[in-house]
């Protein structure tokens, strides 16, 4: 009994002295060793908080397009990272289209017909940006940003 309190002493006193990794282990002190971590981290991808920032960036409306095709022209950043950079890209490019064609298409119209195309011009730049939004919103709480029907043409 005695010589296994003197080890037991012995470990604590060496696991003081030093310490292994605080991050990768943790000590137990029933057995006085060194096991590895349970704690599950709150971010199930493992993602960095720069790499979320960024996916941030790539859906703001507009303006994201340009940090999200510079990311992938480059090949950099994690397969999520992609996958939102792909996503951004291919809905500010219909966005931009739709909105370049009605605002061409209301410039050669009358007037009655002119209002209607600028006002579906609003509303389809309104869905763009909500969309964005609620993707942000998916990207926040580690969700899928999967859209039905676009995520299959994204894959092609």
Not at 2 to 18: F, P
Not at 39 to 46: A, C, I, K, N, W
Not at 121 to 135: I, Q, R
């Amino acid at each position: 009994m005695r010589q296994s309190l003197n080890t037991l002493n012995l470990n604590c006193y060496n696991a003081v002295i030093d310490p292994p990794n605080p991050d990768s282990k943790k000590l137990n002190t029933e057995t006085a060793s060194w096991q590895p971590q349970t704690d599950h981290s709150p971010d199930p991808y493992g993602e960095r908080p720069l790499q979320r920032l960024m996916m941030f960036l790539y859906l703001v409306p507009g303006f994201g397009l340009f940090p999200a095709i510079w990311t992938l022209s480059r090949g950099e950043g994690s397969r999520r990272q992609r996958q939102v950079g792909r996503m951004a890209v291919l809905l500010g490019l219909v966005w931009f289209v739709t909105y370049g064609a009605l605002g061409l298409g209301a410039e050669q119209m009358g007037e009655i017909t002119r209002f209607r195309l600028l006002f579906l011009d609003g509303m389809v730049t309104t869905g763009y940006v909500m969309l964005c939004f609620s993707l942000m919103l998916r990207v926040w709480q580690n969700k899928s940003v999967q859209l039905p029907g676009i995520s299959r043409l994204l894959k092609k």
